[in-house]
């Protein structure tokens, strides 16, 4: 056992210091993929703690990346608030609204637990829309260069900003190392192996889930916030279905119940799409079949496939 | 100081659609002691339990657990008073190692103390016989051997109420000498509630033995009592009919 959360120390400090490294020896134009792709692990991190570790599967978790995304961008631009107070304000909003979707959608189980979540998160998508004088709708809008500075740091840059993106990846990914190891993420396990089983040996499962729906969402929102700061646009087009199932696809291909691999599945989707669309314009076809092949010949995802084969102890 | 009886039920009734699962079942269960619930398929007894852990929810009547009305509380909470439940159906984790399932178990009641959680965790397996597997994933054991850990899914939370839903069905005749031994060893500090079909099991383990029949409690009393009452001997052998 100590031996096994030695090597998961090793394994998360590894992996942040690798990211570190990689900003001096990889070209600008990696780098700026990098930062993206920290923040939007960040959202995989979020919903893997859900999806992963809690075996609930929700189709609307772009409502929670949205939420955090417009409480950011709105207390900013419509009340005038600084960075720090709108990244809180963007992040109390996905709580609250975590809290609410979490107390509805818990009432179901299953099939029903995924479409409740989609359509509240289509509901979300509408109601952005709806307000389109505040929210500008499809369009989205812009936070303007000048405002975006954090704690003193003018995180437009590119160095700035990779290394911005890097610190709240690192909390989270820490974070979560922390929770599943804990006997909170323990019991989550339990719940998403034997629901039944374990509110039987006395746990309050409604309890756990309603947590996890919560930390899962306001993580999920959290990196919404960031991803509006960092990249200074705030649009519709993030509260879309297709933002609820990006991080399952990448939680998916990178492996689901596993640390690291929400990073692995955004990596991996990042550089699939980008470099097949070098190729051909029809780089969704690339893109659709190797998604086919990896399920078809890695079901539990690459960094499941490489627990389940080598390394047992994976976190 | 604490009353004879451990836990009692008054009027607790189960309807489904129209069919009475339980009628109207009064009983008392004797602190310390090995009790035995029997009766024929469908007299209720997996439901009657179901009601007392809160697994089921009873139609009407009323549980007691230490003179505390537990009624209206939800099966996680009567069992963080101490009761622990094993399932008829195996319900194991069947995805997570031997030493994670009894860990899962024993987390409840000793929290963050990762060292008391594992020590407790490898003594139940060991107590059980399953502590040279303990690092196989549940699903790849035997169905034996999965029913054994079930028990000690329950062990592990030290109850002080034990509920066993048919532990020795499927078991192999040494299984089954092993559990009688362990049984025995629990009475006394445990108190154990059983529904068995094994009437040599029951024979050997139980001081007190309660029939259920069609939702009715039949008869109840010691096992030369039971073994001796007529209506017992009618309802098993299906003798004098008249009903």
Redesign the interface.
Same mark, same amino acid.
């Given at each position: #056992?100590t031996k096994n959360s030695l090597y998961s120390h090793c394994l998360h400090f590894g992996t942040i210091a690798l990211l570190v490294a990689l900003f001096f020896l990889l070209p600008a134009y990696h780098v700026g993929n990098l930062s993206r792709i920290m923040v939007l692990a960040v959202y995989a991190m979020g919903f893997n703690l859900l999806f992963g570790y809690t075996g609930l599967l929700s189709l609307g978790h772009a409502l929670f990346f949205a939420t955090g995304m417009y409480g950011l961008g709105m207390a900013m631009n419509t009340f005038g608030l600084p960075s720090e107070l709108a990244l809180i304000v963007g992040v109390v909003c996905a709580i609250l609204v975590s809290t609410a979707i979490g107390l509805l959608a818990l009432r179901t189980t299953g099939v029903a637990f995924m479409i409740v979540t989609l359509m509240f998160a289509q509901a979300g998508y509408l109601t952005v829309l709806y307000f389109g004088s505040y929210t500008r709708g499809d369009e989205g809008f812009v936070i303007q260069q000048a405002e975006r500075i954090f704690a003193g740091v003018d995180i437009t840059g590119e160095t700035s900003r990779y290394f911005a993106a890097l610190i709240l990846f690192s909390i989270v990914f820490l974070l979560i190392a922390y929770l599943v190891r804990?006997?909170f993420g =323990?019991?989550l396990?339990?719940i998403r %192996?034997?629901e %039944? =089983?374990?509110? #039987?040996?006395?746990?309050?499962?409604v309890r756990h889930k309603l947590l996890a729906v919560i930390i899962s969402g306001s993580i999920s929102g959290l990196a919404g916030a960031a991803y509006a700061l960092l990249f200074g646009y705030v649009g519709a087009t993030f509260a879309t279905v297709q933002y609820s199932i990006f991080p399952l696809l990448w939680v998916l291909l990178g492996g689901a119940g596993t640390t690291l691999g929400p990073l692995i599945g955004v990596v991996f989707m990042f550089y699939l799409i980008d470099l097949s669309s070098e190729l051909t314009q029809a780089y969704m076809l690339i893109a659709g079949v190797v998604l086919v092949l990896l399920t078809l010949f890695a079901p539990q995802g690459l960094a499941g496939e490489i627990r389940r084969k080598v390394f047992k102890w994976l976190p | 100081m604490a009353s004879v009886n451990i836990l009692s039920t008054k009027g607790l009734t189960k309807t489904y659609g129209g069919i009475d699962a339980n009628m109207d079942v009064d009983f008392e269960l004797q602190r310390g002691k090995v009790t035995a619930l029997i009766g024929p398929n469908g007299a209720g007894k997996s439901t009657f339990v179901g009601m007392i852990c809160g697994r089921i929810s009873a139609t009407r009547g009323e549980v007691f657990f230490e003179d505390q009305n537990i009624s209206s509380m939800p099966a996680h909470k009567r069992i963080q008073l101490g009761i622990a439940y094993t399932f008829q159906i195996t319900s194991v984790y069947a995805g997570l190692t031997l030493l994670e399932n009894t860990a899962i178990s024993a987390r409840r009641r000793l929290g963050k103390d990762n060292v008391a959680v594992n020590a407790k965790a490898l003594e139940v397996l060991e107590r059980v016989g399953l502590a040279d597997r303990a690092h196989q994933i549940a699903g790849d054991l035997s169905y034996g051997h999965q029913r054994v850990l079930e028990i000690a899914l329950g062990l592990a939370q030290d109850p002080v109420l034990f509920i066993l839903d048919e532990p020795t069905q499927g078991l192999a005749e040494t299984e089954i000498d092993d559990f009688v031994d362990l049984i025995n060893a629990l009475s006394g500090d445990t108190t154990i509630l059983l529904i068995e079909h094994n009437m040599d099991v029951v024979m050997r383990t139980a001081d007190q033995i309660t029939v259920l029949e069609f939702g009715k409690t039949l008869a109840s009393g010691t096992p030369s009592e039971i073994h001796n009452n007529q209506a017992v001997q009618a309802a098993y052998l299906g003798t004098a009919v008249d009903a």
């Open positions: #056992m804990s006997p =323990r019991t396990v339990a %192996e034997n %039944e =089983r374990t509110k #039987m040996l006395g746990y309050d499962t | -």
